[in-house]
């Protein structure tokens, strides 16, 4: 599966990422933020189901649900 990831800035230099099917436009409910992109095309197992460098759990299931899937708040 290939993602394009995004990022917008937090608190304290950190960053919350937004992960995309490739070529697949940001979802009406997520754009209501200044969302920049981070990768381009990035590749990950279509069996993979977090992305641990953007803290994204339960991928595939957010996806499902709401076409994109977020870094966790926990």
């Known amino acids: 599966m290939r993602l394009d990831i995004y990022r917008r800035a937090e608190n304290d230099g950190k960053y919350s990422y937004l992960a995309v099917p490739e070529e697949q436009v940001i979802p009406n409910e997520a754009t209501n933020t200044d969302w920049e992109i981070e990768a381009k095309a ?16 339960r991928l595939n299931e957010q996806i499902g649900e709401k076409g994109y899937a977020v870094t966790s708040v926990h």
């Open 42 to 57: 990035f590749e990950i197992a279509d069996e993979a189901d977090q992305l641990p460098d953007y803290s994204i759990e």
